[in-house]
């Protein structure tokens, strides 16, 4: 009996520590649904600060920025990763990393292509 609660405790306990998949696959979807849209300036706001100020060239604006990017759907997610306040959700036309805010998942870097050995290439990133 003992050995039995002592197994549905751990159980409990690793169930608690499950990552949240779910809203950085909700935030990528709704980025690429936006870009779809043409709604690039509502796209710039789902973006991290640092990537949204270091998009756009001088006097240009994000929204203008992404909208020369011409990015490909994004198409169903693949997968999701979570690692503490940082996310990787891959889809089926792009790959997006993502970073946990107090106000929520923000996209740090999006149009990922990943190069043998060596990190992502993104046509966003910070």
């Known amino acids: 009996m003992r050995s039995l609660l002592i197994l549905l405790a751990s159980l409990a306990m690793a169930a608690g520590c499950a990552a949240d998949t779910a809203s950085p696959a909700r935030v990528a979807e709704r980025f690429h ?12 706001g789902m973006l991290a600060p640092k990537t949204a100020e270091k998009l756009p060239d001088p006097g240009q604006s ?4 992404l909208r020369e990017l011409r990015f490909g759907p994004g198409g169903v ?27 929520g998942w923000r996209v740090k870097a999006a149009g990922c292509k990943p190069v043998r050995d060596l990190p992502y290439d993104c046509e966003v990133d910070d």
């Open 77 to 103: 997610v693949t997968s999701v990763s979570v690692w503490g306040d940082e996310a990787q959700v891959r889809m089926a036309g792009d790959t997006l990393f993502l970073h946990r805010f107090s106000s």
């Open 33 to 44: 649904a936006l870009i779809a849209a043409n709604q690039d300036e509502s796209a710039c």
């Open 62 to 65: 994000c929204a203008d920025a």
